[in-house]
Each structure stands twice: as C-alpha cells, then as structure tokens.
C-alpha cells in the first residue's frame, strides 16, 4: 500500500467510523440510560447553571473532562437525543483514528494497523462506548495520544534510526512536554487513566534492566513529562481529597465507585483471596469464552471476539511473551496486563467499561499475529511458483475471515440484538421513546399518565428529551400499586409499559373497563380509563372504611378507603388543590455526601393494636406527587393482613417525619392522622 492508497484507506477507514456511529441513533440505544441522563443534567448542567467543578462528588465520583465538553455541546445544540452522544461519536472516531496512527509507529506495517482500526470500528465493544453518553470512551483517544507521544520521544528522534539513540534535544523534550500534557488530560477522563503513570514507569523500569543504552539516554525526560501531569492534575488531585466520604463504600463521595467495587481486594486483605482469582480467570476468558455479565453494555456474558478472534489475541500474547526483549512487544503485554487491572481487582470481572484502557491493544494483538504469521511464511520460501499465490489467497482469507466474521457477528449483535433484549429496554427506558413517539403523533393528546417503575425526575427527563412537544403534561405512577386518573372530562388516558406489571387490585381495575386496551408498540399499552370503578371483588369481598372527603393541609384529599379481602387496603384520592412540596433536586445518583433526593411525600397505613401499639405498617406513595394537577385522582394499594385492629392513616414527609395535619370543615388543623375502625367492626 503506497502513500496514496494509505491515504485513500484512511478517508475510507473514518467515514465508516463515523457513519456506524451516526447511524440508528434514535433506535440504538433504545432510549436513555440513568448514568447517560445523570451525565447530561446533573453533571454536565452544573456548567450551564455557571458552576465549575474540579470534580463531581456525585455519581460515586466522576473526573469532570467529558462532562465540561458534555456541556458544550450542549449550549450549542440544546438536549437531544444527537446532542447526548455526539461527543461520544468524536472520541470513538477519534480513537479508531489513533489506533491507526500507533499500530503503524510501533510496527511500520500498514497492514496491521489496517486490520487493527477496521476491527476497532466495526467492533461491537467499541460501537457500544461510542455510542452512550458516558465518559469512559474519552480515555482511550487520550492513551493513545500520550502512547504515541511517548514512543516517538524514546525511539524516533528526526535524522536518527530506532537503533542508534541519541541523547535528549529540544525536539525530544517538546514531545515529552505534550507526551506529559495529554496524559495529565487524560486524568480528568476515568479512574483507569491513573494506571498510565504506572505504565510508564514500569516500561523504563524494564528499560534500564534490558535496554540500558536507551535508558540512559532518555531517563530524565520521563521526569518531565511526569511532572508536567502531576502539575496539571494537582486541581484535581485536592478536590478529590477534599471530597473523600466516610459512605465511600456505600458510593457517596469522591472515588466512592472504586471503593464500592473493589470486593476482591477487601476480601483478600480480610485472607479470602478465592474472589480475586476468580476475578482473573474470568477478565482472562473475556475475549473468548466469558463476557461482561452486565447487560447495561454487553449482551450479558458475551465474549469480546468469536473464537478465531480469541485465538488470534492469544496468539497475539505468545508472539509479545516471545519477543518480549523488543520494547515495542514487551509495552503491548504491558499496556494490556495494566489495561485488564481494574477488572481483576472489582466487580463485576471482565467488565467492559473497567477495561476500557485495553480496548486498542485488544484489537493490535490479533491483527499483529495475522501480519506476523505472513511475513514468517513469506520468508520461508512461499515466495516461489505456486507457493507463492497459496500464501496470497491464505493471507487474505485469514484477514477477510477475522475481519468479516468478527464485523458481522458484532454488527448484528449491536444494532439488532442487544437493543431487543427486555433487560436492556428496561434498562435503556425504551419503553418512554415509544412513549414519547406517539404522544408527538397526537398532537391531541395533551394529558396522559404513564406508569414507572423508578418515578422520580429520570423518567419525567428521558420523556422530557424525546418528546418534541411542550404541551403535553405527563403524570407517572407505580402501575403494580396505583393507578391515576388525569383531571380531563370523564375519561382518562393511561400508558402502561412492560415494567412494572400491574397487580391485584389494579389489574381488575384495568380490566373492569368496557374499551380493551390499545397495543400501540409491542411493550405499550394504551388504557382509555372511565371514571374509577369498584374492583372485581365480590360484596363478601370488599368492605368500605366510612371514610369521606379527608382533607390534608398540604392539597390532597382522601375520598375513600376500601378493604379487599383480608389483606388490601385501597385508598382514593383526588388533588383538592396544588401540592405544597419542595422540588427534589436534579443531582446525580448516588448524591453528593449529605444531599437529600428522595420522596418528599407519602402515605403511612400503620395498623394499631388496643393499647396504640403499632402490628404492621405499609408506607409509600406509588405516584410522583410532583407530576399530579389539580383535579387528578388515583387509587393506590396497601398490603396489610388487617384483623381486630385499628387502622391509622396519615401523610408525612420521608425526610424530616413531619406529618401533615389533618383540616376541619373550616380549614383548620384538627390533627396529623386519621383513625378508622377495624374492618371486623365495621357493619
């Protein structure tokens, strides 16, 4: 391949790159993610609201690079769904770029680095990362760079071959000075960054043991580069310290996330090292036999490459353990043991995003054992008659082979497979894109109630990015334990998604309505709601409670309470008026140390013995009391086995235990609870 072509190749090389990661966008990942909406809002928006961390105590801890051009990106494009991952798109394309770039300076071989960045663009590990708006993809294009950096500065100084050295010159220390500066950038991407330092040291280590002519020549200059990353990082380094929590465990504060994953090492210091082990043998066995088990970005335990593949890393490995007195082997087997580090010593093993780090090397070694294992049979006289054409037609089929099998099975498996899995949709919210895509559809549906598992703001925000309306208000509730009816003329709209699945009572309360249901996507179910009716329980069955029109201080009104059976209570609501809460604040999750962000409001069922001593207690609130206008209703279930008790109800607020009072026909506050009868004595 001359210059021409390798330039042509390389056009080529990131058009593909950038158009397999342009491409589906809106079906590929099937909605959003809780990091991905954490990143954009919580993180990324503390820029846009005008504050400038160092560094994010919340989300267990997060270095602030990707989230400062998150932003950025942001301001120019506003929120959606390509804003969210175009910065993702450019450091992936970025990084198959790079790989290009170093598997030629380390090898001289275009057609390794050939293979290497096509598998890295059609890879599915690759695609996956790129693709999410999650900043770990930010650390590799940064690696490389300072890779790149690095090796030039020790081994290819201008005028002089790689075997002649040469002491330190001005240009050397320039390229250590940006060689420093790329890797103290590369700092503020992902934990794993911390292990570049680590790489470069134990490389010069293994240089003044193997290679002390090189050494000598170049000791000082890793100095620099080392110092210049330590001065950029120092910002940092002191917000993470200051930010360190006692709850770190729990994955409150800076660096929570390592110490909440690190149960391997916890277990060895406590003389268990049986975890460990099995940490690494199962990261070992990633690429051909046992694959990230977390479906989040991974299709749960799938390997990183088919069996061929497999074989060749390996094969790749045995070249670099052979040739392990070439600095350039020994730095692959170097970079990829450092790479795989983070998955040996957390949890889950053969993590995808804690080995982020060896995701280029991964894709150099294979490609390294194909060109090598070509170039050794060339020189064995293949070269002669029909030798000759035999090695051609074997070479290139080994290459399609690796290339083609690896693309199809990885390309299938991304934008066809993954995102159709019920966890992933679950995961990814897919259900609330739908959602969202009928609701702009129908343009006169302008009030509707959409069911939630998790409730709170995440769901309201993937709803609020992909809707592409402003008219349209959206209630969320628990549809295993509540149902609601939107304030809008004698019927109502519900959407239920796959998750939750609605129970007893509420699931006869859905069937008790004459309109079956419209399946307007394959996992959403359209409910034309009339006005609340009696559950499908018989009159032996069903026991009211003479409860009528309690109203609390705080806007809400209890119109009735109906046992069913012996072991549910069903409560009726209707919203008297605006709700008197404080917004819960849109911080990531798991909070800063010492930030509240849970409910601010719910029901406590308490029932009571005699003496007032409390049996059994079911509290909760199974819609989001921050979504509901005036004028909605909603039913919601309390599991209790009631008896010769009385039942204490009330409204209170889960982080301070303050109840709300109970008013009087006058509007005054009679009390905090409201005491029924038990059901054996109501006639």
């Not at 589906?24 to 991905?36: A, H, I, N, S």
């Not at 060749?312 to 490995?317: D, E, F, I, M």
């Not at 899995?421 to 302008?446: C, G, S």
């Not at 039942?647 to 506050?669: F, I, K």
Request: hydrophobic share 50%; proline share 8%.
């Amino acid at each position: 391949m001359n210059s021409k072509w390798e330039w042509v190749f390389v056009v080529v090389l990131l058009l593909l790159a950038w158009g397999l990661r342009l491409c589906c966008l809106e079906t590929v990942p099937p909605g959003w993610r809780d990091d991905e909406l954490i990143n954009i809002h919580a993180l990324s928006g503390e820029l846009l609201a005008g504050r400038f961390p160092l560094y994010y105590t919340g989300a267990s801890g997060h270095e602030p690079l990707y989230h400062h051009l998150h932003a950025g990106v942001h301001a120019v494009l506003g929120f959606n769904v390509l804003s969210g991952h175009l910065l993702s798109v450019a450091f992936g394309m970025l990084t198959v770029a790079l790989t290009y770039t170093l598997t030629r300076r380390l090898f001289g071989s275009r057609a390794a680095a050939a293979i290497t960045s096509l598998a890295l663009a059609t890879s599915f590990w690759s695609l996956m990362y790129s693709r999410t708006a999650i900043r770990h993809i930010s650390l590799p294009p940064l690696a490389l760079a300072t890779f790149y950096l690095f090796w030039r500065a020790i081994f290819e100084k201008p005028g002089f071959s790689v075997s002649e050295g040469a002491s330190a010159s001005p240009e050397a220390t320039k390229t250590w000075f940006l060689a420093g500066l790329t890797m103290g950038l590369s700092l503020y991407t992902y934990p794993a960054a911390r292990l570049l330092p680590v790489l470069l040291v134990l490389f010069f280590v293994y240089l003044a043991l193997f290679h002390r002519d090189r050494f000598s020549h170049h000791w000082r200059s890793p100095l620099l580069a080392l110092l210049v990353a330590a001065v950029l990082v120092a910002p940092m380094g002191i917000a993470i310290f200051q930010g360190r929590s006692e709850t770190a465990a729990e994955g409150i504060g800076a660096d929570a996330r390592i110490a909440e994953l690190a149960v391997p090492l916890r277990e060895l210091q406590a003389g268990n090292p049986r975890p460990l082990l099995e940490n690494v043998w199962e990261t070992l066995g990633m690429f051909h036999a046992t694959g990230d088990p977390e479906w989040l970005y991974n299709i749960s335990g799938r390997p990183v490459f088919n069996l061929f593949g497999g074989a060749l890393l390996w094969a790749g490995v045995a070249l670099c353990l052979y040739h392990w007195r070439q600095p350039r082997y020994f730095f692959l087997l170097l970079w990829l043991g450092l790479g795989l580090l983070p998955a040996f010593v957390s949890t889950p093993p053969a993590s995808l995003s804690h080995t982020i780090l060896a995701q280029p090397v991964a894709y150099i070694l294979p490609a390294l054992a194909l060109t090598t294992a070509y170039r050794w049979l060339k020189s064995r006289g293949w070269q002669v008659a029909s030798g000759k054409w035999l090695l051609i037609i074997g070479r290139w089929s080994l290459i399609i082979l690796f290339l083609a099998g690896n693309a199809a099975r990885d390309l299938r498996d991304y934008f066809t497979i993954w995102p159709q899995q019920d966890m992933v949709r679950f995961l990814y919210r897919a259900d609330y894109r739908e959602a969202a895509r009928y609701l702009d559809a129908h343009p006169d549906i302008t009030n509707v109630a959409i069911s939630s598992t998790l409730m709170g703001p995440w769901d309201l925000l993937a709803l609020g990015v992909d809707i592409q309306r402003d008219d349209v208000t959206v209630r969320l509730f628990d549809s295993s334990r509540a149902l609601i009816w939107v304030a809008e003329g004698a019927s109502s709209l519900a959407l239920l998604t796959t998750f939750p699945v609605p129970a007893a009572p509420i699931q006869d309360i859905l069937k008790a309505n004459t309109d079956p249901p419209e399946a307007i996507a394959p996992h959403l179910k359209l409910y034309t709601l009339s006005p609340i009716p009696n559950p499908s329980a018989s009159a032996e069955q069903e026991t009211r409670s003479p409860t009528s029109n309690v109203q609390f201080a705080n806007g809400l009104k209890l119109t009735e309470t109906r046992w069913l059976g012996n072991d549910i209570l069903l409560t009726v609501w209707l919203v008297a008026a605006p709700l008197d809460l404080p917004p819960i604040p849109i911080v990531a999750n798991p909070p800063p140390p010492d930030v509240y962000t849970g409910p601010r409001l719910a029901v406590f069922a308490h029932l009571l013995n005699a003496d007032g001593a409390l049996v059994a207690g079911d509290d909760g609130l199974w819609v989001d009391p921050l979504t509901l206008r005036p004028g909605d209703r909603f039913v919601q279930v309390h599991r209790l086995t009631n008896g010769p008790y009385t039942l204490e109800l009330g409204l209170y607020d889960p982080l301070t235990g303050e109840r709300w009072s109970v008013l009087n026909a006058e509007g005054q506050p009679v009390a905090d609870h409201i005491l029924l009868p038990s059901m054996d004595s109501i006639p």
